[in-house]
């Protein structure tokens, strides 16, 4: 037998096989390997095969993300996976072009409106969707704490130009007779009241549904009265006029009240032409920009002054009802400083300068002299405010004024500054005395009554773009004024004065004070900027409920409209967002025997409450002035004998509540009612310096966990039951088919959707009204619960809102007396804990 010769290698030790014969052994190795590299066979897609320093999140939509070499393979790729292929995007040049801009605005004002500040709002502001409006809700910056300053100490300022107008126009004793319907004298000065009458102050009023009062409550309404002329004086029943400012959760139902009351039909609705009839284009270049203007003021805000406007009238047009929704703008500055922003934002058109003037809505008015001696009055009775005003709270409460002041972007500074008080301190001012005592009587006549000249003054208004163009051509030295700016028009304004809280026992005096402006459609950009250059915090709807916490008040109450609605859509969000979370995360309000965590049932705590259980288990506020007060005197006194023997069990009474020591309630705390043992264990922990609560709940037991378990089993099983059935009947058809068989689907939605349906009725009982009492959910009666609860930087206190029933709180009082305390207090438990606590209440006089 023959041996193979092996090569010697000195430097190793043995034989080995030769060269020539390995590199002939793994030459078929290397030749698969060169095929593998050449013609790769992989499972990953064009894009993923990338080195890692190539890849981009965006190759999988974007081919042309991707190198050349590899787009037609990436695109054979993605349509064998049946990904639509996307169309090319326009640039943003070709999207901001003005009329491509102005297209995509009006599409998308198509579901809800916009106001005229929205597109600046936009840029800073949270933006939501409510009441058919597209609204700001809070600045995108941290500002909840610098809101509550500049409404406290500077100026905070809010665009309410969504709040709905209404027009109405009759006589006296006509709109008094059909309000009667609407309205209580129970709940304070009616709408027909002498000092309203007379047009120099605004009113508020709580509207009802049609002799329901106290039940079925729609709202609460502004209300002004246009002055009333010399001519005017002189007749008899003369027609007046008359403005509803209405919050739009409420407005439509309103509306509804106001036609059948007054008996009102629908008329020919009023159209207000683009432009003059008698002016006809002779070339088509001006018939293109007629097109052009008819676009530009259909999108000139929601306010779209060339608009078709609903009228209503009765049969013997005695009464007629226009709708101004959407027409004027309104804004609100609140605060001290709120009357330094006026100062400098608003100038008063000079009578020298009108005269000059030509070819603009007051040219009309040079020649008459009552028009001149008004416009005087009102000038003169401004500038001593800027003299003598440190705040409007030292003004008449609610007083209206109105001016024509010069185009706002006449008045901005270079740069944004902040709002100054340059008034000394002085323990008598002679002009503030002559502000209150010698007041004219025709500071609220104003040309924004008549609606054909608030439509002429929104269309000869110069655009911002025409401005600047102007100032480019005509402005020598920058940021001097220029000729053209004397001749702009005047712009009429109304200004009506807050007076903040008036009850310092009660309140903060003076506390979110300020000026409504009313402007007319077009200049509401212009008008915002200026307050905003001149040193006013924008603010949204956050700011809306943080101020009236402050004020301890409410805006919607929980009998209305508006509070009804949004107490459906917080239940939902809640709820939705409480399911969402694992079965682990979620708190157990069955252990902490808490019937309702989501809202507030005050039909069933009004049923528990009454001595007669009766089907009827409707509930109202009370806004009774009289009774309020003798409730406030029986507190003071202590004595529950003289508390009001007239009030009926569907009654709620609206408290302002404070956390005595340590506890963070929340919204839909309980109020309950304590014992004598509550009250000697809270003189012994304070006693002892100790913050540990008054009482705790006992951990219940939840009797449904057991059932949720099994249930939750029972579906686990029955979905792989089901799955396994689906995969044996794929395996029967991959015997017999000669293609890929795949999978049927599921089918298992409605069998999820009920078992998630039955886990959440297991988890929260849906029936309170019938399965529970919402009284003895714990161990101290239920009598009332918080709507509105958070920390109150006013104070420095925990604090909120609450309603309570009459003879809950009756029954409290006479516990007090009992156990001869100097301030009545009860307990209030969060939702979250079971721990109670003592807090101090107030009754609020201006429900």
Not at 402 to 421: F, G, Q, S, V, W
Not at 643 to 662: A, D, G, H, W
Not at 671 to 676: R, Y
Request: proline fraction near 5%; include cysteine; charge should be positive.
């Amino acid at each position: 037998m023959m041996t193979e010769k092996m090569e010697y290698d000195p430097s190793l030790v043995g034989s080995h096989m030769p060269t020539f014969q390995y590199a002939a052994s793994v030459l078929k190795e290397m030749r698969d390997l060169v095929k593998s590299i050449q013609n790769p066979v992989c499972n990953k897609l064009v894009f993923q095969s990338l080195p890692k320093h190539m890849r981009r999140r965006a190759m999988s939509h974007h081919p042309k993300r991707l190198p050349r070499k590899y787009r037609t393979a990436h695109i054979a790729q993605m349509s064998k996976s049946g990904k639509p292929q996307q169309r090319e995007r326009p640039s943003r040049k070709y999207r901001r072009r003005p009329q491509n801009l102005l297209a995509d605005y009006l599409r998308r004002q198509r579901k809800h409106k916009w106001l005229e500040t929205h597109i600046w709002h936009a840029k800073r502001f949270h933006m939501i969707e409510r009441w058919g409006y597209r609204l700001p809700y809070a600045s995108c910056d941290k500002t909840y704490r610098a809101c509550y300053r500049a409404s406290a100490e500077h100026c905070l300022l809010q665009d309410i130009s969504f709040h709905a107008c209404i027009e109405m126009k009759g006589t006296v004793e006509d709109l008094r007779k059909g309000f009667e319907h609407l309205t209580s004298q129970h709940c304070g000065l009616g709408i027909t009241a002498k000092t309203y009458l007379t047009g120099r102050r605004e009113g508020s009023i709580d509207f009802f549904k049609y002799k329901q009062y106290p039940f079925k409550a729609l709202g609460k309404v502004n209300f002004l009265w246009r002055p009333i002329t010399d001519s005017q004086k002189q007749e008899q029943n003369c027609s007046r006029t008359l403005w509803l400012w209405i919050h739009p959760s409420c407005s439509r139902c309103i509306l509804e009240e106001l036609v059948k009351v007054f008996h009102l039909n629908s008329s020919k609705i009023t159209k207000i032409p683009l432009d003059n009839e008698d002016e006809k284009p002779k070339i088509d270049k001006t018939s293109k920009m007629r097109v052009k203007t008819q676009r530009r003021l259909q999108f000139m805000t929601k306010y779209v002054a060339r608009q078709n406007i609903p009228v209503y009238k009765n049969e013997l047009a005695t009464v007629e009802l226009r709708e101004l929704s959407d027409t004027i703008n309104r804004f609100r500055l609140t605060g001290p400083l709120a009357q330094s922003v006026l100062n400098h934002a608003f100038k008063v058109k000079e009578l020298e300068s009108v005269a000059t003037m030509k070819k603009t809505w007051i040219e009309n008015f040079l020649q008459d002299q009552t028009f001149l001696n008004v416009y005087g009055q009102q000038k003169q009775y401004w500038e001593k405010c800027r003299k003598a005003l440190k705040s409007p709270s030292e003004l008449l409460s609610n007083m209206v004024l109105a001016l024509n002041i010069e185009d706002p972007r006449l008045h901005r500074p270079r740069k944004r500054t902040k709002a100054i008080n340059n008034m000394e301190p002085d323990d008598y001012n002679e002009h503030l005395e002559e502000l209150l005592v010698d007041m004219p009587p025709n500071l609220s006549e104003s040309v924004l009554w008549e609606q054909s000249l608030r439509d002429r003054i929104s269309e000869e208004m110069v655009k911002s773009h025409a401005y600047c163009s102007l100032r480019e051509q005509q402005a020598i030295v920058p940021g001097e004024r220029c000729q053209f700016e004397d001749s702009l028009q005047a712009v009429p304004v109304l200004l009506i004065q807050r007076p903040g809280s008036q009850r310092g026992d009660y309140k903060r005096l003076g506390y979110g004070c300020g000026w409504d402006v009313i402007a007319p459609a077009g200049y509401g950009l212009q008008i915002w900027l200026s307050f905003i250059m001149w040193g006013a915090r924008p603010g949204g709807l956050r700011e809306f409920e943080t101020i009236a916490r402050d004020m301890g008040e409410e805006l919607h109450l929980p009998d209305t409209i508006g509070g009804k609605q949004i107490a459906a859509e917080r239940y939902v969000e809640l709820r939705n967002k409480y399911f969402r979370l694992p079965p682990n995360k979620r708190l157990n309000y069955r252990k902490l025997s808490i019937l309702s965590p989501f809202r507030v049932p005050f039909s069933q705590l009004v049923r528990d409450w009454k001595s007669n259980t009766t089907n009827a288990n409707d509930f109202y506020v009370l806004r009774d002035r009289s009774k309020l007060k003798d409730i406030v005197e029986c507190i003071k006194k202590s004595n529950p004998r003289i508390f009001p023997s007239t009030l009926t069990p569907e009654c709620l009474i609206q408290l302002k509540l404070n956390v005595k020591r340590r506890g963070n309630p929340n919204n839909f705390s309980l109020i309950c009612l304590p014992t004598k043992k509550d009250f000697k264990r809270n003189l012994k922990l304070i006693h002892l310096r100790n913050n540990d609560p008054v009482f705790t709940e006992p951990l219940l037991s939840d009797p449904n966990e057991k059932e949720r378990k099994k249930l939750r089993v029972q579906h686990k099983k029955l979905l792989k039951r089901l799955r396994a059935r689906r995969i044996r009947e794929k395996r029967k058809k991959q015997e017999t088919s000669n293609t890929k068989v795949y999978i049927r689907s599921a089918g298992t939605a409605a069998i999820c959707t009920a078992q998630f349906k039955k886990m959440c009725e297991l988890w929260l009982p849906e029936d309170v009204s019938t399965l529970f009492t919402v009284r003895k959910q714990g161990c101290r009666d239920v009598f009332g619960y918080l709507t509105s609860a958070n920390f109150c930087l006013s104070e420095g206190i925990v604090g909120g809102v609450g309603y309570v029933t009459a003879d809950g709180l009756k029954q409290l009082l006479k516990l007090c007396q009992q156990c001869r305390l100097k301030e009545p207090m009860c307990l209030i438990r969060p939702t979250n804990s079971r721990h109670y606590r003592f807090a101090t209440f107030k009754v609020n006089l201006d429900v």
